[in-house]
């Protein structure tokens, strides 16, 4: 579908198509329909961005845990979104060592543990080695920031993933 169809399709049909955009959050796609049309893709990530910060924190907080953990248990049971199945592939997550992926797991536990939501990171352009470098960087923030930190991995995952919907 192209951005000029979105503008014009009807609203369930604009949920259906752009509700994943938003990790397992389709209620962000439903707050932008309202904001149509979009003159590009970056109008449509703005009005997707300024739902989620509209959002009470209890909304904001069930987006973040909407997110799975990255080589987390959703990938080893195979229940991760196509998109994040292909996201955390890309940077060779499904190709950890035993050692990186204990490592992961504990550093996951840590993280959740802490936060109270899962590490939240846009992996494009990272490998196994730099991602567990940031995860072990960002695990030593406060809530308050680490929460910031991961809406704004959201809006750049989000990016990518409307920028690979409509090229």
Not at 9 to 34: C, K, M, N, Q
Not at 56 to 70: F, G, I, T, W, Y
Not at 81 to 103: I, K, M, N, V, W
Not at 136 to 143: F, Y
């Amino acid at each position: 579908m192209t951005l000029d169809e979105i503008n014009t399709v009807d609203r369930a049909t604009f949920v259906a198509t752009l509700g994943g955009i938003f990790e397992h959050s389709p209620w962000v796609a439903d707050g932008a329909v309202a904001a149509r049309p979009f003159a590009g893709v970056d109008a449509l990530h703005q009005a997707m961005l300024a739902v989620v910060s509209a959002a009470s924190a209890e909304q904001q907080l069930a987006l973040l845990r909407a997110h799975p953990e990255l080589a987390g248990k959703a990938a080893v049971r195979g229940e991760l979104t196509a998109d994040s199945t292909s996201e955390q592939s890309g940077a060779g997550l499904g190709s950890c060592t035993p050692g990186e992926f204990a490592r992961l797991q504990a550093m996951n536990a840590r993280y959740n543990e802490k936060f109270g939501f899962p590490f939240i990171l846009a992996v494009k352009g990272y490998d196994r080695a730099g991602i567990i470098a940031e995860f072990a960087r960002r695990v030593e923030q406060d809530r308050a920031a680490e929460f910031a930190e991961c809406l704004q991995q959201i809006a750049k995952i989000t990016r990518f993933r409307l920028d690979a919907l409509f090229g």
